[in-house]
């Protein structure tokens, strides 16, 4: 019995040793090679298969609206093979529908647009969910993504400026308002520069869907079209131009180029 008891101990201490050389010891070069392939065959097997499976993502994208433009930063974190939580920052700017831009009438003048009360421009924070509607199929395939998003908008109106003859800049609701409504007497905008001492904010709130079409041909990177609608809401009507009524609610659709990295 007590041979059994010395042999089994001494198994045990040998298989002990032998998993500490195993596990403790440093990889070799060619091994570090042969793990790193490894990875690397793994990775491209998931670009063929066109799975999109990654913990977190980074993206930023343009976007081109029905009335006006924008750009957003998104962070993703996943929870699952098909949901994502995102994260999202987002700058746009909404025009009025009725704008239409003139010419200065001194050669160097920038354009203006006639009536225009303010500048208003959006930032916005918001969360949203993302959802895997089908997988790329393959490397050269397309996932397509459905998203949506809602948050806090941040209005921001910043006062639209033209230069009358006398080379003065005068705005809606100033002394000098007669000029800004007086043709002959605009020679140009005041420039973009122009105004933004005296921003307001309107708080509101938004929400967004969207559809994403990724056609990245890797999996580590981002490159999408997104298509979508949105809808804005604020606490006060947001006056735009002279001679249409302000309005508190903005609908739109875009079109957005995205790109990014995933890991």
């Known amino acids: 019995m007590k041979k059994i008891i010395l042999i089994t101990i001494a198994a045990l201490i040998s298989f002990y040793s032998f998993a500490q050389d195993s596990t403790g010891k440093k990889l070799t070069k060619k091994e570090r090679r042969s793990d790193e392939q490894k990875r690397r065959n793994a990775l491209l097997k998931q670009n063929e ?19 006006g433009y924008g750009a957003f930063l998104e962070l993703g974190r996943s929870r699952s093979a098909r949901w994502t939580n995102l994260y999202v920052l987002e700058i746009t700017e909404i025009k009025h ?13 920038n354009s203006f647009v006639f009536g225009k009360i303010n500048n208003f421009y959006q930032a916005k924070l918001g969360f949203g969910q993302q959802y895997v509607f089908g997988q790329k199929g393959n490397k050269n395939g397309v996932a397509v993504l459905g998203i949506v998003q809602g948050g806090l908008s941040l209005g921001l109106l910043k006062p639209y400026y033209v230069k009358e003859r006398s080379g003065a800049d005068v705005k809606y609701d100033s002394k000098d308002s007669l000029q800004f409504l007086s043709p002959s007497e605009i020679t140009g905008g005041s420039g973009f520069t122009k105004g933004w001492n005296e921003l307001k904010v ?3 709130a938004y929400v967004k869907a969207a559809l994403r079409f990724d056609f990245g041909r890797y999996n580590e990177s981002i490159q999408a079209l997104e298509i979508g609608i949105s809808l804005d809401y604020y606490a006060s009507k947001i006056p735009q131009l002279v001679y249409s009524a302000p309005s508190s609610m903005f609908f739109q659709g875009h079109v957005a180029f995205v790109f990014g990295k995933r890991k």
């Open 97 to 109: 529908r009725k704008e239409e831009k003139s010419s200065g009438q001194a050669f160097f003048s």
């Open 49 to 67: 298969e066109g799975v999109l499976s990654f913990a977190k993502h980074t993206a930023g994208g343009v976007q081109l609206r029905t009335n």
């Open 202 to 204: 309107k708080p509101g």
